[in-house]
């Protein structure tokens, strides 16, 4: 099983850039460590404190411009691919064994990450 988490198509105005890409695996690299860090400490994660722990604006405001960044709506979307993909658990908020084993191979401090074709 490998960490498919990003598309592998070519990039077109379709798909998603290189960089945005990146910054997507990074952050699925970075959301599975807070969740072994959890999961190792026997504490339990909802997806405020998922969102909050990733740096993400957990405001419930939906109306106005909010500042552009990670947002608690991404946060949950990335849950879900890496729970399509094996990797977590999205209605326990926990990694599976293999989502485990992934974030506990990572570095300690990410570098950037980048696709290997």
Same mark, same amino acid.
Do not use: N
């Given at each position: ?35 072994? *860090? ?17 740096? *993400?604006?957990?405001?419930? @405001? ?10 608690? @709506? ?10 399509? @993909? ?32």
């Amino acid at each position: 099983m490998s960490l498919s988490v990003l598309p592998t198509a070519p990039t077109t105005s379709a798909t998603p850039s290189s960089g945005i890409r990146e910054s997507v695996a990074a952050l699925s690299a970075r959301l599975l460590q807070v969740l072994a *860090a959890a999961q190792e400490a026997g504490t339990r994660m909802d997806l405020d404190a998922l969102a909050t722990a990733l740096g *993400a604006d957990v405001s419930a @405001e939906e109306d106005g411009v909010r500042e552009r960044g990670l947002r608690r @709506e991404d946060v949950r979307a990335l849950v879900a691919r890496l729970d399509g @993909e094996g990797f977590v658990d999205a209605s326990r908020m926990r990694l599976t064994l293999a989502g485990f084993a992934i974030a506990k191979s990572l570095p300690e401090k990410p570098t950037g990450l980048r696709l290997v074709r």
